[in-house]
């Protein structure tokens, strides 16, 4: 292709610089109070300014009519009836909810947004609001020379996003994911701003291609869509940790997952055949390997039919899923959204004669070329095809199926544009609009579509849905994986700022496919991308078709040791990794993070992107280098000790450590705990025991809480859980526990205390020696 030829830099090819032809919003002529703000009407157009929450303040620009805009898909925060203050002076108005406040210069219109403190959040001057008669809108806001940025999902580079141009639109991308690809399948336009150890954040709510340039100008920086409404949120923080459980108030918290789906998942391009899906388990089980899933790619399908079985392959899916099943290990097949254009299939049926599909304006279907061939694809903006759609899968659940993969939602076609034609309109339940302005949409409206429907099929059952395309929000419904990455080491360094920041916005059941997807991974790279996926929040080995294989023993005894140790260790640390699920689930914060989320307060783990915590009290810093065992690890004020060795480190500095093949290295901060289970088959089996690690340090005080439920039903949210906050005090050769039990659900387990790094030490739970 000649864009892969020198001739993509083409002298003709120069722009000239865009941005001469927006219409800035101008002056205020007047304003009209509303709920929660005012609106205000401005020389060539409105803007409305309201608090929906007494931390969150919502700005909407529309160029073109007066209208309060209806909610987008992404949100489920009811808006709150705030009361405001409001004072209007010659030349600004301010308004002042509890928290917040906002100034409104008049001419031309441009707002500071700060807190009741003082404290600025944004800021406009030159420039502000403004659009183009094209459609397109921008806003650009000061940028001052200390700020970070972190979130916008899931995107390549490194965790600060400072520097950077970002773009939304949900893309298929098999070429490799290089610094520079961008974007890829999710479009999550959120971000975190940290300045002065302080943080606010800002979520654009616009599904079409949206670009943040944090780039082109040293002291602003700008966010645009192409169409749609310039609709945008700002959240107080003051933390960053607070503007995660803002925008998550706003967009939706992650389910409990299922137990299950916390295992290790076995995946490939594809497992062709019942049999070998049968051989697969075997050896799983002759080798002594944990595992709790096996995915099922597009062979499954007959002639890549959605909701079929190929008979040839798989004869008995139920008798396999249910065999499996009652061994612990579940089935999880790809489903994708195009179907197949066949008159003699019924799903194919079913959506043209009611009117299902995605149409042209003019009412044809649109069609276009996927794995099946010429397909239609359902339009998930609508309700009766939401519902449609969930209810197909009970083809699935008969079978036993209680978890589903969906792939190709961006959608992806395989076209020159790579998806569907943006003139496609859809129903956008009764307030239609272009594929153009809902593109990112797409996949979340599938996974919304197909979460419910399982939901409801699952009687009281936790679904597992993984999605590769998604849109903010996408939490409440799916896990996401990072797609099609590649087996480089370069591609597993990515994967932790690619993660972190996946987190940071909301979502934080994330993985990438370990060992890598496309290209041929060995036994070294596998082993420390393994060690790194132990401690992922979702953790699935998958590779494609035609690169050599990368099952846990497929490079030898030597690796295979190497690879079952840190599965088992998966599933040892699972009480712990269950309990920092709960934690995102009733707040939002990621499970796995950024140092920077713990230590505001330190400059040095502003920028680190090789490292992550887990939870707030663990460091794990892997090797990412071939033929490397040795690097430097940076560890925050405290002291830390090694897991495995139980060496203390200083904090604050940084250490030269050194980490054989078998060796993850992981650090616990002194005075916490981690809760350990045992290692296991799969999830099926229940811990009779589990055991506090508790590393004593002298004179320190840490909080956790450990959570525990069912593990596969909804009981949890009518009170049948198990929680338990222990606050830890150390000193003296003391470990002093109060603890704190609630919920109505008796674990399977007895506790067990182990104090690290002390062995005089005494134990006092609840006021009684252990
Ligand atoms: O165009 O279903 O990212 O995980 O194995 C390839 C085949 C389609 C892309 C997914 C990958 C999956 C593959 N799919």
Redesign the pocket.
Request: aromatic fraction near 14%; glycine fraction near 6%.
């Given at each position: 292709m000649l864009q892969d030829t020198s001739f993509a830099i083409h002298p003709s090819k120069k722009m000239t610089l865009e941005n001469h032809d927006y219409i800035d919003i101008g002056n205020l002529l007047s304003f009209t109070e509303q709920k929660g703000g005012v609106e205000l009407q401005c020389e060539n157009g409105f803007l409305s300014v309201r608090f929906i929450d007494e931390d969150i303040l919502r700005i909407t620009m529309n160029h073109e009519g007066s209208t309060i805009p209806t909610n987008s898909k992404a949100i489920v925060l009811e808006e709150k009836n705030i009361s405001y203050s409001l004072t209007d002076s010659e030349d600004e108005i301010v308004i002042k909810s509890n928290k917040m406040q906002i100034q409104i210069k008049k001419t031309p219109v441009r707002f500071t947004v700060l807190d009741r403190e003082g404290r600025v959040l944004i800021k406009e001057s030159k420039k502000g609001h403004a659009y183009k008669n094209t459609g397109e809108v921008i806003c650009y806001k000061e940028m001052e020379e200390q700020d970070h940025f972190y979130g916008f999902g899931e995107k390549t580079g490194f965790l600060n996003k400072r520097g950077e141009k970002l773009k939304m639109w949900n893309s298929?991308v098999?070429a490799p994911h290089n610094p520079e690809t961008d974007p890829l399948y999710q479009s999550i336009p959120f971000f975190i701003t940290f300045r002065k150890e302080s943080a606010h954040g800002l979520f654009l709510d616009n599904t079409s291609r949206t670009v943040f340039d944090l780039q082109s100008e040293n002291d602003h920086y700008s966010f645009e869509a192409d169409c749609g409404l310039l609709d945008y949120y700002i959240f107080l923080g003051p933390t960053m940790k607070d503007v995660i459980e803002q925008y998550t108030r706003l967009t939706g918290r992650a389910p409990i997952p299922p137990k299950w789906s916390l295992g290790y998942h076995q995946s490939r391009?594809s497992y062709e055949t019942e049999e070998e899906v049968i051989d697969l388990v075997n050896k799983f089980k002759e080798k002594n390997i944990p595992l709790d899933v096996v995915h099922l790619?597009?062979h499954y399908m007959r002639g890549y039919r959605v909701f079929t079985f190929d008979k040839d392959r798989f004869p008995n899916p139920g008798y396999l899923v249910n065999t499996l099943k009652n061994e612990g290990i579940h089935v999880v097949p790809?489903v994708d959204p195009g179907v197949k254009e066949d008159p003699e299939y019924k799903i194919y049926q079913e959506g043209i004669r009611n009117d299902l599909f995605c149409k042209y304006i003019e009412g044809n279907v649109y069609f276009g070329d996927v794995w099946p061939g010429n397909s239609a694809f359902p339009d998930f903006t609508m309700e009766k095809v939401r519902n449609w759609w969930g209810e197909k899968h009970k083809f699935y659940t008969d079978l036993g199926i209680e978890g589903i993969w969906n792939?190709?939602n961006e959608p992806?076609v395989f076209n020159e544009t790579k998806t569907m034609d943006v003139k496609v309109i859809h129903g956008n339940d009764g307030d239609p609009k272009t594929h153009r302005e809902l593109h990112n949409l797409y996949g979340y409206m599938m996974s919304e579509a197909t979460y419910k429907g399982l939901k409801k099929l699952l009687n009281n059952k936790r679904p597992f849905l993984l999605t590769?395309a998604g849109y903010a929000g996408v939490q409440k419904y799916a896990a996401v994986w990072t797609?099609?990455n590649r087996s480089f080491w370069e591609h597993l360094q990515m994967s932790l700022p690619m993660i972190m920041n996946i987190g940071l916005s909301g979502i934080p059941f994330a993985g990438p496919?370990v060992g890598g997807?496309a290209h041929d991974s060995n036994g070294e790279l596998l082993s420390r991308w393994m060690q790194v996926g132990a401690f992922t929040p979702f953790f699935r080995n998958?590779s494609?078709i035609l690169t050599k294989r990368q099952e846990p023993w497929a490079f030898g005894e030597k690796y295979e040791d190497i690879i079952r140790k840190y599965i088992n260790l998966r599933y040892q640390w699972m009480p712990q990794t269950y309990s920092l699920f709960r934690l995102s689930h009733e707040t939002g914060l990621p499970i796995v993070r950024p140092l920077v989320l713990e230590y505001p307060n330190d400059e040095k783990t502003f920028n680190i992107s090789d490292q992550f915590m887990y939870g707030d009290n663990v460091i794990i810093a892997p090797i990412m280098q071939p033929h490397t065992t040795v690097r430097a690890v940076y560890l925050p004020e405290g002291r830390w000790v090694d897991y495995w060795t139980n060496e203390v480190y200083e904090g604050n500095q940084y250490h030269l450590v050194q980490a054989e093949l078998d060796v993850l290295p992981i650090f616990i901060k002194e005075g916490s705990v981690v809760f350990h289970g045992s290692t296991k088959p799969n999830m099926k089996v229940k811990d009779t025991e589990l055991t506090a690690h508790i590393y004593y340090g002298d004179n320190t005080s840490y909080e956790f809480t450990l959570y525990d439920d069912d593990g596969e039903t909804f009981d949890y949210e009518v009170n049948k859980y198990f929680k338990q906050t222990f606050k830890i005090n150390c000193y003296n050769n003391e470990v002093n526990i109060q603890s704190e039990v609630s919920g109505d659900f008796t674990p399977p387990w007895k506790l067990k205390f182990v104090v690290h790094n002390n062995n005089q030490s005494k134990i006092i739970l609840d006021g009684e020696m252990i």
């Amino acid at each position: 292709m000649l864009q892969d030829t020198s001739f993509a830099i083409h002298p003709s090819k120069k722009m000239t610089l865009e941005n001469h032809d927006y219409i800035d919003i101008g002056n205020l002529l007047s304003f009209t109070e509303q709920k929660g703000g005012v609106e205000l009407q401005c020389e060539n157009g409105f803007l409305s300014v309201r608090f929906i929450d007494e931390d969150i303040l919502r700005i909407t620009m529309n160029h073109e009519g007066s209208t309060i805009p209806t909610n987008s898909k992404a949100i489920v925060l009811e808006e709150k009836n705030i009361s405001y203050s409001l004072t209007d002076s010659e030349d600004e108005i301010v308004i002042k909810s509890n928290k917040m406040q906002i100034q409104i210069k008049k001419t031309p219109v441009r707002f500071t947004v700060l807190d009741r403190e003082g404290r600025v959040l944004i800021k406009e001057s030159k420039k502000g609001h403004a659009y183009k008669n094209t459609g397109e809108v921008i806003c650009y806001k000061e940028m001052e020379e200390q700020d970070h940025f972190y979130g916008f999902g899931e995107k390549t580079g490194f965790l600060n996003k400072r520097g950077e141009k970002l773009k939304m639109w949900n893309s298929d991308v098999y070429a490799p994911h290089n610094p520079e690809t961008d974007p890829l399948y999710q479009s999550i336009p959120f971000f975190i701003t940290f300045r002065k150890e302080s943080a606010h954040g800002l979520f654009l709510d616009n599904t079409s291609r949206t670009v943040f340039d944090l780039q082109s100008e040293n002291d602003h920086y700008s966010f645009e869509a192409d169409c749609g409404l310039l609709d945008y949120y700002i959240f107080l923080g003051p933390t960053m940790k607070d503007v995660i459980e803002q925008y998550t108030r706003l967009t939706g918290r992650a389910p409990i997952p299922p137990k299950w789906s916390l295992g290790y998942h076995q995946s490939r391009y594809s497992y062709e055949t019942e049999e070998e899906v049968i051989d697969l388990v075997n050896k799983f089980k002759e080798k002594n390997i944990p595992l709790d899933v096996v995915h099922l790619d597009i062979h499954y399908m007959r002639g890549y039919r959605v909701f079929t079985f190929d008979k040839d392959r798989f004869p008995n899916p139920g008798y396999l899923v249910n065999t499996l099943k009652n061994e612990g290990i579940h089935v999880v097949p790809i489903v994708d959204p195009g179907v197949k254009e066949d008159p003699e299939y019924k799903i194919y049926q079913e959506g043209i004669r009611n009117d299902l599909f995605c149409k042209y304006i003019e009412g044809n279907v649109y069609f276009g070329d996927v794995w099946p061939g010429n397909s239609a694809f359902p339009d998930f903006t609508m309700e009766k095809v939401r519902n449609w759609w969930g209810e197909k899968h009970k083809f699935y659940t008969d079978l036993g199926i209680e978890g589903i993969w969906n792939d190709m939602n961006e959608p992806a076609v395989f076209n020159e544009t790579k998806t569907m034609d943006v003139k496609v309109i859809h129903g956008n339940d009764g307030d239609p609009k272009t594929h153009r302005e809902l593109h990112n949409l797409y996949g979340y409206m599938m996974s919304e579509a197909t979460y419910k429907g399982l939901k409801k099929l699952l009687n009281n059952k936790r679904p597992f849905l993984l999605t590769r395309a998604g849109y903010a929000g996408v939490q409440k419904y799916a896990a996401v994986w990072t797609g099609d990455n590649r087996s480089f080491w370069e591609h597993l360094q990515m994967s932790l700022p690619m993660i972190m920041n996946i987190g940071l916005s909301g979502i934080p059941f994330a993985g990438p496919d370990v060992g890598g997807f496309a290209h041929d991974s060995n036994g070294e790279l596998l082993s420390r991308w393994m060690q790194v996926g132990a401690f992922t929040p979702f953790f699935r080995n998958h590779s494609a078709i035609l690169t050599k294989r990368q099952e846990p023993w497929a490079f030898g005894e030597k690796y295979e040791d190497i690879i079952r140790k840190y599965i088992n260790l998966r599933y040892q640390w699972m009480p712990q990794t269950y309990s920092l699920f709960r934690l995102s689930h009733e707040t939002g914060l990621p499970i796995v993070r950024p140092l920077v989320l713990e230590y505001p307060n330190d400059e040095k783990t502003f920028n680190i992107s090789d490292q992550f915590m887990y939870g707030d009290n663990v460091i794990i810093a892997p090797i990412m280098q071939p033929h490397t065992t040795v690097r430097a690890v940076y560890l925050p004020e405290g002291r830390w000790v090694d897991y495995w060795t139980n060496e203390v480190y200083e904090g604050n500095q940084y250490h030269l450590v050194q980490a054989e093949l078998d060796v993850l290295p992981i650090f616990i901060k002194e005075g916490s705990v981690v809760f350990h289970g045992s290692t296991k088959p799969n999830m099926k089996v229940k811990d009779t025991e589990l055991t506090a690690h508790i590393y004593y340090g002298d004179n320190t005080s840490y909080e956790f809480t450990l959570y525990d439920d069912d593990g596969e039903t909804f009981d949890y949210e009518v009170n049948k859980y198990f929680k338990q906050t222990f606050k830890i005090n150390c000193y003296n050769n003391e470990v002093n526990i109060q603890s704190e039990v609630s919920g109505d659900f008796t674990p399977p387990w007895k506790l067990k205390f182990v104090v690290h790094n002390n062995n005089q030490s005494k134990i006092i739970l609840d006021g009684e020696m252990i």
